[in-house]
């Protein structure tokens, strides 16, 4: 389930909500998650998506990663923090640099009696406001997070 609506506190910000059961044990799934070299496995090959701080990265408050990717064939250098850290239960990264005017996402995981629910909600807000979210970005950011759930499912 992907889901993008306004949002009613901000003009011009978008929420995404997302949610994705696995079958798999929360600590497992965490785990995955912990494990900031992931990401680029959960990012479509089509945004040359790569980690470039040097591992292993110790996650935990306050930690900072940098990243490089292709948009729309444009390069960009992308850094967050991660603001929050509670394993296995969540953490937030927040863009620092790159292509959003704000990136908040939570990461929520959740044990259930078959595995674990890992919902995300991004709040976010992009450069040309309504027009250049509705021809361009909405669509990239749900084709993002299809994909991330389609191989989240297949790995784990």
Known sequence: MIEITNDPHQRGAYVLRAECHLERPIDEVFEFFADAMNLQRLTPPLLNFHVVTPPPIKMERGTLIDYRLKLRGFPLRWRTEIAEWEP?????????????????????????????????????????????????????????????????????
């Not at 976010?124 to 309504?130: E, F, H, M, S, T």
């Open 88 to 156: 296995p239960y969540r953490f937030v990264d927040n863009q620092l640099r790159g292509p959003y005017r704000r990136w908040y996402h939570l990461h929520t995981f959740e044990p259930t009696d078959t595995g674990t629910l890992v919902k995300d909600r991004v709040e976010y807000r992009v450069p040309g406001g309504a027009l250049i979210h509705n021809l361009i970005v909405r669509r990239d950011v749900e084709a993002i997070f299809n994909y991330r759930q389609q191989v989240l499912r297949e790995i784990l």
